[in-house]
């Protein structure tokens, strides 16, 4: 399908992992990232050609609203736990905004994810630091110098452990409490934490 442009239309669709039947199926330009409301009636769907953030609902599957991003590609987004904010990235930062009105709160120049459990977030920069710091920006604590541009962070979903991916194709895995190392894997390229939080899943070329 393409749109009246002529693109060609990008598509996320959703499964019953039970018996594998299509739930829904939603449409965009150009889709480079897309993430679902904590609890799972909104997918915000990134579009990085036109530069918007769409949000549909799972439910009747229709549009609801969206987010401009100023002509700038969006990338990747991330809510919060509350489903209050919406991280967005646009290359190599990030801002946060509210959900509902697309209010910005702060940009950083780094990649961000949100705690599960605290109300802080992990940001990550391309000189390799990972610092946790409230909504706003204040920081409370440095949790590591990593010396590698950050990719990418994700929090285990009980919030103890954080993974980090680096430009140098690095994936490790960090103590919350105090940044101690707990495992570097070997050469992947991308990880997700499965929903029991004490597996990684990793992607990897081959």
């Known amino acids: ?18 018996d594998g039947s299509l739930i829904g199926e939603y449409y965009g330009d150009d889709i480079k990232g897309f993430d679902f409301s904590p609890n799972h009636d909104i997918l915000a769907l990134n579009m990085s050609r036109i530069g918007s953030v769409h949000f549909w609902d799972t439910g009747n599957k229709k549009l609801i609203g969206a987010l401009q991003t100023f ?57 390799g630091a990972i610092t946790l710091e409230n909504l706003s920006g204040t920081l409370k604590t440095i949790l590591v110098n990593e010396h590698e541009w950050i990719l990418d962070l994700i929090y285990s979903p009980d919030g103890k452990q954080i993974v980090s991916s680096t430009s140098k194709c690095n994936i490790r895995i960090w103590q919350t409490n105090g940044g101690g190392l707990v495992k570097q894997l070997e050469s992947p390229k991308a990880a997700g934490w499965m929903v029991e939080s004490t597996r990684v899943a990793v992607a990897k070329l081959l």
């Open 71 to 127: 002509n700038t590609p969006a990338f990747g987004a991330r809510f919060s736990p509350d489903g209050k904010w919406l991280a967005v990235l646009y290359g190599d930062s990030t801002r946060i905004r509210q959900t509902i009105n697309g209010e910005s709160l702060r940009n950083a120049n780094a990649v961000v994810a949100f705690s599960p459990s605290d109300g802080f977030l992990a940001v990550g920069n391309n000189e």
């Open 1 to 18: 399908q393409y749109n009246y442009d002529g693109y060609k239309l990008s598509a996320v669709r959703s499964y019953n992992l039970i």
